[in-house]
């Protein structure tokens, strides 16, 4: 009896043991989404951006960034996930940008060291810190003003959607922009449609009339958290009384 006692506890032990070797490490929340990445070298002050999306399955990461070392254009990103360590490359045209860090829960700020031997877009090792904050989906209805440098300020209002998130470097931007012009002011905005991308905190917005014809594309930053997008415009001359103009377009989604 006490040798089937004895089996029983040692059983019991040997099965709690087991249980607690075999959880999996915790999954940190989905990393999917619009990630602006900034690499700081230990060798300049000079910081460099990579913006894109990533899309997280499981412990994976893949996507595409807007490239910011020296080179122009998109490198693929893929990573994986060890509970909270973080490994990700960014492949730069066949160099590769090794990124390694943690994943703190719940803040949207990634954080950690990276390296990357010579290649075709820096000609030196490099090693430094970076850091990625995850910037929200734009979308719903706003509200701003376009500020001139001569003809005062304009309300604007309308509503912009974020695409859905494809693992590019860029999602697609749509919307509509509607102007209460004063008299003084050109009749630009009063019927326009928004069709552009975002990448990071970096949107691109190609505004279009009634007839179809572009009035004009401003090149802006959005804050980090996506609740703000500002940018200068120019409007072009567009008949006699109407001379063009300038200033800065800032809208905000409440």
């Known amino acids: ?38 690499l700081n070298r230990h060798a300049t002050t000079d910081p460099q951006t990579f913006s894109g999306f990533l899309v997280q399955s499981g ?29 990700m490359t960014i492949n730069e045209f066949g160099q590769e940008l090794s990124l390694a860090g943690s994943v703190p829960t719940g803040n949207g700020i990634l954080s950690g060291g990276f390296s990357t031997l010579p ?80 990448s990071g905190t970096r949107a691109t917005l190609n505004i279009f009339g009634p007839d179809g014809l572009q009035i004009t594309q401003i090149e802006a930053s959005t804050t980090p958290d996506a609740t703000s997008v500002t940018g200068p415009y120019v409007f072009q001359r567009i008949s006699n009384t109407c001379f063009g103009d300038q200033g800065v377009f800032q809208i905000t989604f409440p």
């Not at 002011?185 to 991308?197: K, V």
């Open 119 to 198: 290649g075709g877009c820096t000609a030196f090792p490099n090693t430094g810190t970076w850091v990625a904050q995850l910037v929200p989906p734009i979308r719903g209805t706003f509200h701003g003003t376009l500020t001139s440098a001569g003809n005062g300020n304009t309300n604007i209002t309308g509503d912009l959607e974020q695409g859905d998130n494809t693992g590019a470097s860029t999602a697609a931007l749509t919307g509509t922009v509607t102007a209460n012009i004063p008299q003084q002011f050109c009749n630009y905005l009063t019927t326009a449609t928004i069709s552009g991308s975002i």
């Open 1 to 38: 009896m006490r040798r089937a006692r004895l089996g029983c506890v040692l059983l019991g032990i040997a099965f709690l043991a087991g249980c607690g070797t075999s959880d999996p490490k915790p999954t940190p929340s989905t990393l999917s989404g619009n990630w602006s990445i900034t």
């Open 59 to 87: 412990n994976t990461l893949s996507g595409s960034v807007i490239l910011g070392d020296g080179c122009s254009g998109v490198g693929p990103v893929a990573g994986t996930l060890d509970g909270q360590n973080l490994n």
